[in-house]
């Protein structure tokens, strides 16, 4: 027996106990006016109940959205956590380079910079090379060797980038390296070579060769084109290698 039946049954009731309470019977106009009344009362109960059962699924609706909205807050807290010890690592790498190279950095022949994905070494090519030589000498060495100790503190991504400038091959290494890229990819080779040797992973390293094809200067001038011709040195988070150069 549900709650509308129950409330109808006891107005009903209700009125037959009063008429019998005072002897009398109920006319057939109040009996009807009672049902109607009971009815009325149901039909009441009956639309307070929806009402209420709505506003349970709303607040169950809206109980799910903040536990949904609390869920993402949680997520960006932790991936903004995660970002501030990523940067701590790269700028703890960015000073112990710089302390390494402190005197190379202050002579001009290496540049270091921290960026938004990671750090940028540029070695000037006469203190690593000789000119149209793809072997390092003993001062590069010596240079790269400090540079892979550093990269031992790190679990980074290494892509070394062979730049030149645009001077064609001279005919004696011609048949060697046909090409500024030839050569560039030579010189990138070796210094990951050299890395490899010093105990760095192999999965974290990758050679690229840009060649003539990204100058910082104007080729025109023989200090363009002393400048044109680097190193390039990246580090970056593991998760980025789907670019090794923008």
């Known amino acids: 027996m549900n709650a509308s039946w129950k409330a109808t049954r ?3 009731l209700l009125f037959a106990a009063a008429a019998l309470a005072s002897g009398c019977g109920v006319s057939k106009a109040k009996y009807l006016e009672a ?8 039909a009441k109960n009956q639309e307070l109940q929806a009402n ?14 903040v536990a949904s909205m609390q869920s993402s807050v949680d997520q960006l807290n932790a991936d903004l956590e995660k970002q501030r010890q990523e940067n701590q690592k790269m700028h703890s790498t960015y000073e112990g380079l710089v302390g390494q190279l402190r005197d190379e950095v202050s002579s001009g022949q290496v540049e270091i910079q921290q960026m938004r994905d990671g750090i940028r070494v540029n070695l000037a090519q006469d203190i690593l090379f000789k000119s149209g030589s793809a072997n390092l000498d003993k001062a590069g060495k010596e240079l790269l060797t400090k540079v892979a100790d550093e990269f031992k503190n790190s679990t980074y991504q290494i892509v070394v980038i062979g730049h030149t400038d645009n001077q064609k091959i ?11 890229w030839e050569l560039g990819a030579a010189r990138s080779a070796t210094i990951v070579r ?33 400048q044109n011709r680097r190193i390039e040195i990246r580090l970056r988070p593991i998760e980025n290698d789907e670019a090794a150069v923008n």
């Not at 001279?170 to 500024?180: F, I």
């Not at 890395?195 to 023989?222: C, H, I, K, W, Y």
């Open 10 to 12: 006891a107005v009903v």
């Open 35 to 42: 049902t109607q009344s009971a009815e009325s009362l149901t």
């Open 52 to 65: 209420l059962d709505a506003a349970n699924a709303k607040s169950q609706e809206l109980d799910q959205k």
């Open 170 to 180: 001279g005919s004696a290494l011609a048949q060697r390296y046909p090409t500024n």
């Open 194 to 226: 050299l890395f490899q040797d010093s105990g760095l992973a192999t999965s974290r390293l990758m050679v690229v060769s840009a060649g003539e094809a990204r100058p910082r200067a104007d080729n025109a001038s023989p200090e363009g084109r002393e």
